[in-house]
């Protein structure tokens, strides 16, 4: 469970005619980190979210939606540590909110994907997915490059 002020920064950005989808709760312990993630590759996503709550003791809340709907979100200031976006406008709408430039992490159906972290609380989850257990669960669900 979440705790009130935690649950309530969530709510404000995974919700409330956003554009997003309803949020997930990972992991139980620990730490909350907001993603949010473009549809196309929830899938694989949601593994690696898994994979990072259970290795660090965390607990990740996320929610997906259009490429607009996640940098819009970023945009008006909602509470938003990491962001999964494809290369293209919106990826660039938010490029001034990083505090890290975005990492590569392959192409999917042919439209290369980047991670960012937008605070200093997703630079772990970003980190995390440059590692060879991350990159090789990304290729398990489609990624390549």
């Known amino acids: 469970m979440l705790a009130t002020g935690t649950a309530l920064v969530v709510t404000a950005a995974c919700s409330g005619g956003t554009g997003l989808s ?5 992991g139980k312990a620990g730490g909350v980190t907001i993603l949010l993630t473009d549809d196309a590759p929830r899938a694989a996503v949601a593994s690696e979210i898994a994979a990072f709550a259970q290795e660090k003791r965390s607990r990740v809340v996320s929610s997906d939606g259009s490429p607009t709907a996640v940098a819009t979100a970023v945009k008006d200031g909602k509470p938003v540590d990491v ?17 890290e430039p975005p ?17 200093d609380r997703g630079l772990d989850f970003v980190k995390f997915l440059r590692t060879a257990p991350a990159t090789a669960l990304l290729r398990v669900h489609g990624f390549t490059g």
């Open 83 to 99: 962001v999964v976006l494809p290369a293209g406008p919106a990826l660039e709408r938010v490029r001034d909110e990083l505090v």
């Open 103 to 119: 990492v590569a992490l392959g192409t999917l159906a042919s439209t290369p994907y980047w991670a960012a972290a937008v605070t």
């Open 22 to 26: 309803r949020q997930i709760t990972t």
